[in-house]
């Protein structure tokens, strides 16, 4: 039986950067990951950093290609009515946000850690944690047909919304608190460089877009859809039609259109709020979104999961700073609360941004407040600054 001091599951954004600053700490981990590096690595999702989330890709000191070859952006833009009204971030707050995809960010942790020569198990087939309630957790999984065990002080749960680390906690211990939205998003990246400087959020009359980028030779783009639709039913050709009837000629105008630019990935994802409480059960704690999903209207899915780690990263070398013998608690039993603080305001912050931007099927009297709410927010300073002050992020 092999021994660690953390062991963490899942290879996702958390449990990659959790790893990374334990290593920093000296605090040693085993990171077992259920799908091959390769996968990890090509996964396409969030994109978009707040200034917190830089400043703790810098501790774990893997933000030098982050700097080089991310894009800052001072402000976004909210299309509505045929306008489009920018929200100065920079103006309101001091602070921008960074866009760099969460794929980098991924390879960049990935790369750190083989550097570090720190154990990864990648195709790790099921992966069960026992004993988690008292002091001595193990964790069972099997690795090309071999079955190990791995005994530990600690487990981190990072694998993820359908993970097992949640799962493995009894029932009537977490309460749990969803809300699931009525559509998805229909997904596109496409190979060619942005044509608009920021990121264009647009409620128009025919449902929510998104105009968004990873990298100066790389956009991507989101278009609000029913969660009845498959993929097969969204040609690229009717996505770019689309997105320029939601917003507007001027932008739709200056997609490549001849050839039609194609897509190199294509997803629908559901919308879903969801939180898991607490984020301890004895031995194991859960981080990112094996705990809690947001809708990914506010850009919080990956900074939360960062900013969970960093939590927890804090509370693992404050319990290790001290001898064997001294070691206290209570460090462990603050991470819960101070996790789930930033978390509540980061679901109503993606909640608010999912409401104000999206059609809802039937109610004529949210459909007039939503109106007045956005209306107040161009009109606003107060709203604009309380807009941007969570859209950079609050402080960690
Ligand atoms: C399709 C998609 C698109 C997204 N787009 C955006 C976006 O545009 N903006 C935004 O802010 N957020 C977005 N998100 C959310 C954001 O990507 C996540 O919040 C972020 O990945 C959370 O990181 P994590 O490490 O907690 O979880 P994950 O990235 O999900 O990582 C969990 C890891 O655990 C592994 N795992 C799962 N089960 C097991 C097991 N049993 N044993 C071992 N390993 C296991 C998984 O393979 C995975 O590698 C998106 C998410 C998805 C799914």
């Known amino acids: 039986m092999r021994r660690t001091q953390v062991a963490i599951v899942g290879a996702g954004p958390a449990g990659l950067l959790l790893g990374q600053l334990l290593y920093k700490e000296g605090i040693e981990t085993i990171l077992l990951e259920r799908r091959s590096a390769e996968y990890v690595s ?25 700097h080089a070859e991310g894009l800052l952006h001072e402000g976004v833009e909210i299309g509505f009515r045929g306008r489009r009204h920018r929200i100065n971030l920079k103006a309101l707050t001091g602070k921008s946000v960074t866009v760099y995809g969460q794929t980098e960010v991924t390879r960049d942790l990935m790369d750190a850690r083989a550097a570090a020569g720190a ?16 002091p001595s957790p193990r964790v ?30 009894p029932a009537a211990a977490l309460s749990v608190y969803e809300r699931v939205y009525p559509f998805g998003w229909l997904g596109v990246l496409a190979d060619f460089p942005p044509p608009w400087e920021e990121l264009i959020y647009a409620n128009s009359e ?21 969660l009845e639709d498959r993929i097969g039913q969204w040609s690229d050709e009717r996505f770019w039609t689309e997105f320029g009837r939601r917003l507007g000629s001027e932008i739709g105008a200056r ?18 709020s969801f939180v898991a409480e607490p984020l301890r059960f004895g031995r194991l704690f859960l981080a990112g979104d094996a705990a809690h999903i947001v809708p990914p209207t506010g850009a919080k899915g990956l900074n939360l999961a960062v900013s969970d780690v960093f939590y927890l990263s804090e ?22 609360a101070r996790a789930l603080r930033r978390i509540w305001h ?31 927010l161009f009109e606003s300073r107060a709203a604009q600054a309380s807009m941007a002050e969570n859209y950079v992020g609050l402080a960690l």
Request: with cysteine; charged share 25%.
């Open 42 to 66: 090509g996964r396409i999702r969030a994109g978009v950093l707040e200034p917190g989330t830089v400043n703790v890709l810098e501790r774990a000191g893997v933000a030098s290609r982050l």
């Open 119 to 134: 154990p990864s198990v990648y195709e790790a087939e099921d992966v069960a944690l026992h004993d988690i309630a008292g």
């Open 140 to 169: 069972t999984y099997r690795h090309r047909g071999v079955g190990h065990e791995v005994a530990c002080d600690f487990v981190a749960g990072c694998d993820g919304f359908h993970g097992i680390s949640r799962r493995s906690i």
């Open 206 to 226: 025919h449902g929510f877009a998104l105009a968004s980028m990873r990298s100066p030779t790389r956009v991507r783009c989101y278009l609000q859809c029913s």
């Open 255 to 272: 997609v490549p259109s001849t050839p039609i630019a194609p897509s190199i990935e294509k997803s629908i994802a559901p919308l879903r």
């Open 315 to 336: 509370a693992l070398r404050n319990f290790y700073r001290e001898p064997p013998g001294d070691r206290a608690e209570s460090a462990l039993d603050a991470y819960s």
């Open 346 to 376: 980061a679901e109503r912050f993606s909640w608010w941004m999912t409401r104000q931007l999206h059609r809802f099927p039937g109610d004529a009297f949210d459909e007039r407040l939503q109106h007045a709410e956005l209306e107040h």
